[in-house]
């Protein structure tokens, strides 16, 4: 979740961990392509499961758009840290 300019950096990275984007759907051909794409920009994919979790994915967007319209940096994501994913 995330403000355009997160786009245009090569690699999307904050505190040395790439950007996580999150997915949903009920096509497991179709998640395949989508974790591809987003891992060929240098994002790490992360597969939320089927398309009922789409509903969850809104209102994390909102958090987000709410603080950049709030003054937050056009940089500001909401990323998923895990702890067994290693830092670049």
């Given at each position: 979740?995330?403000?355009?300019?997160?786009?245009?950096?090569?690699?999307?990275?904050?505190?040395?961990?790439?950007?996580?984007?999150?997915?949903?759907?009920?096509?497991?051909?179709?998640?395949?392509?989508?974790?591809?794409l987003?891992?060929?920009?240098?994002?790490?994919?992360?597969?939320?499961?089927?398309?009922?979790?789409?509903?969850?994915?809104?209102?994390?967007?909102?958090?987000?758009?709410?603080?950049?319209?709030?003054?937050?940096?056009?940089?500001?994501?909401?990323?998923?840290?895990?702890?067994?994913?290693?830092?670049?």
């Amino acid at each position: 979740m995330c403000q355009a300019k997160v786009w245009q950096m090569k690699p999307p990275v904050f505190d040395t961990r790439p950007l996580v984007v999150m997915y949903c759907g009920d096509n497991d051909l179709a998640k395949q392509k989508i974790a591809t794409l987003i891992e060929d920009i240098d994002c790490e994919a992360k597969d939320l499961g089927d398309l009922k979790y789409a509903r969850m994915l809104e209102p994390a967007a909102a958090i987000v758009i709410k603080l950049l319209f709030s003054g937050h940096d056009p940089y500001t994501v909401l990323n998923l840290i895990q702890p067994e994913i290693k830092a670049i």
